[in-house]
């Protein structure tokens, strides 16, 4: 799966919560596969990436994640958190409900 979505982090690795300078919403061009989310500023970025390069920064790994509907976050519509399996957490904003179950199931059943 792929596409545009917005993001904002919360809590970094270990429950650390995310410096303010940090928590603003960032747009994204994200990718799964492999069980890691990648993040890209756009689509040429994804692409270069997959010809070799690092980008494990702007990685997020999936395995044992959960993402849930943020129905607490009233600030944005379609917005879905992910917890990581080593603690960190993340916003995402999808275009539109269905965009936002499809992120949700494509995350959570891989
Ligand atoms: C953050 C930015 C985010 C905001 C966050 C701010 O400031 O305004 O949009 O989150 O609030 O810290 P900056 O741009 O200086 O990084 P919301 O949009 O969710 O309010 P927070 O610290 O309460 O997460």
Redesign the pocket.
């Known amino acids: 799966k792929k596409g545009y979505v917005m993001r904002?982090c919360?809590y970094e690795t270990n429950a650390k919560r995310t410096p303010?300078?940090?928590?603003?919403?960032k747009m994204f061009y994200c990718t799964l596969r492999d069980l890691v989310l990648y993040l890209h500023k756009d689509e040429n970025g994804f692409r270069k990436n997959q010809m070799g390069g690092d980008n494990l920064h702007n990685a997020i790994r999936i395995h044992h994640a959960l993402a849930t509907k943020a129905q607490d976050?009233t600030?944005?519509q379609y917005v879905f958190r992910l917890q990581t399996a080593d603690q960190a957490e993340y916003?995402f904003q999808t275009s539109d409900s269905k965009e936002l179950q499809s992120w949700i199931d494509t995350i959570n059943f891989v």
Not at 20 to 25: C, Q
């Open positions: 904002k919360c303010f300078h940090k928590r603003s919403w976050y600030k944005k916003l």
